[in-house]
């Protein structure tokens, strides 16, 4: 049975940091779709600042008709009823609504129950686990998708792993990347709701491990030599500064999505590694300083609350309240700002053979692959590309992307 539901799409959360950009991205293209215009609205727990984003990407935009166009609905985490009658009302609730370790569950459960697919931005692995487990077969069961990570983290690491898997000549048996962060002309800062989402995540280390018992999985095949895992702090010489690892949810996700393509799809898993670049030698004293700091501190309520209160103090700028400028976030190539993920694929098998013929090195056998990335604002891109075009979107057997296309195909975009 069809339920006609008056939205494609409710940005939930559109009045933070992150849900304004998005709002402006929707706002911006939602008319560009082959089948007309994209039906949406936005949501949050306070009408003013809603009202006050859409007149904002109205004005970013000159389109002062989106302020009589576009409904506002206010729903609250903490308010069960106000989330059903949202959810009731969409096809795809896309929530920016974060730390999801407090305010997400409600969300998906009441997506869950109400049949609404859920896409959603976090980077917080025990989050995104723990939806799986809770959710997984009720959700499978009713034909929804809960996509979780569709964000910087963790698409440019799932898509790069499978891109450069492509993109190989032999075969991957496993891969490293390697994040660097350009700070550009007119600097650059992250918002403090991902800081947030830090502190709580890294607080709350051990329940992960305990909650991955739980899935009861097996370990996935090792394919090739197994990958070398390097040190917390290194010299690296693809970036030729010092790394660290990425202590982001890409690790996890990329793992998911090598399950799923070893489990259902009997594909050859590809072992991962991810690190992040953090400059030179005097940038080194900052991060030691300021991680032991963070480590200490993020284990006592009291210590949660410093970093909370001073994220730009404790992180060294890199983290701030205000988080980045607009203009830092929507014109990043003017002033040189940027990210960058470089993936690094080896083939054991081939340096195994090489190394027997001749002492090759193991970096003649391994390619490079570069994907940029642009901006930190992901959401929508991803939720748009999947929802306007099959031929937009590169790598149809990765889950996050199945999911989506079966979101348009429930809109009747396919
Ligand atoms: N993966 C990625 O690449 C990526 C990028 C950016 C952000 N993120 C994640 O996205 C999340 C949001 O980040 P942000 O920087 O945008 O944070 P933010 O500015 O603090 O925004 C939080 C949003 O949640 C809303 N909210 C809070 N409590 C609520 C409740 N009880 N009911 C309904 N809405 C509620 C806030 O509403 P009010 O405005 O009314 O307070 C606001 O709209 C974080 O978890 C962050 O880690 C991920």
């Given amino acids: 049975m069809h339920i006609y539901r008056p939205y494609h799409i409710i940005i939930f959360g559109a009045s933070g940091f992150t849900g304004q950009f998005v709002v402006e991205e929707v706002a911006r293209t939602a008319s560009e779709g082959p089948k007309g215009n994209l039906k949406w609205a936005v949501a949050g727990r306070n009408r003013t600042k809603l009202e006050k984003v859409v007149e904002q990407a109205a004005g970013a935009l000159s389109k002062p008709e989106l302020k009589s166009e576009v409904d506002i609905l206010v729903a609250d985490v903490s308010d069960p009823d106000s989330l059903a009658v949202m959810c009731k009302q969409a096809v795809i609730v896309l929530s920016c ?39 997984h077969d009720q959700a499978a069961e009713k034909g929804v998708y809960i996509v979780g990570s569709c964000g910087f983290d963790s698409i440019p690491a799932d898509m790069g792993v499978i891109y450069t898997r492509d993109q190989f000549k032999g075969t991957l048996t496993s891969i490293e990347s390697f994040l660097t962060a350009s700070a550009g002309t007119e600097g650059g800062c ?27 999985h097996k370990p996935l095949p090792v394919v090739g030599a197994k990958i070398k895992r390097r040190g917390t702090l290194f010299y690296s010489n693809e970036l030729q500064q010092y790394a660290i690892p990425f202590m982001g949810s890409d690790p996890s996700v990329v793992k998911r999505t090598q399950r799923f393509l070893n489990e ?36 006592f309520s009291f210590g949660r609350n410093l970093l909370i209160k001073f994220p730009e103090f404790f992180s060294f700028g ?58 930190p604002v992901r959401a929508n891109p991803t939720a748009r590309s999947a929802l306007w075009s099959k031929d937009q ?13 079966h979101c348009m195909v429930r809109l009747g975009l396919l």
């Fill in 318 to 375: 890199f983290f701030s309240k205000e988080g980045p400028t607009r203009k830092q976030v929507l014109y990043p190539h003017y002033h040189h700002l940027g990210y960058q993920l470089y993936f690094l694929g080896s083939d054991s098998f081939k340096c195994d053979i090489c190394r027997w013929r001749a002492p090759l090195s193991v970096s003649s056998f391994m390619e490079r692959v570069t994907l940029k990335v642009q901006t």
């Fill in 264 to 299: 259902e799809l009997t594909e050859s898993p590809v072992q991962y590694g991810a690190y992040v670049g953090v400059g030179g030698i005097s940038n080194i004293f900052k991060l030691v300083f300021a991680g032991l700091m963070f480590f200490f501190l993020v284990k």
């Fill in 97 to 135: 609504v974060g730390p999801y370790r407090f305010f997400g569950e409600p969300v998906v459960k009441s997506c869950v129950e109400n049949g609404t697919h859920c896409i959603d931005i976090s980077g917080e692995p025990q989050f995104l686990e723990r939806m799986q487990l809770n959710y």
């Fill in 190 to 216: 992250i918002h403090d709701g991902t800081w947030q989402s830090a502190i709580y995540g890294l607080a709350d280390g051990n329940k992960l491990r305990s909650l991955r018992k739980k899935f009861g």
């Fill in 393 to 405: 979107v590169p790598y149809s057997n990765l889950p996050h992307i199945v999911v989506l296309f």
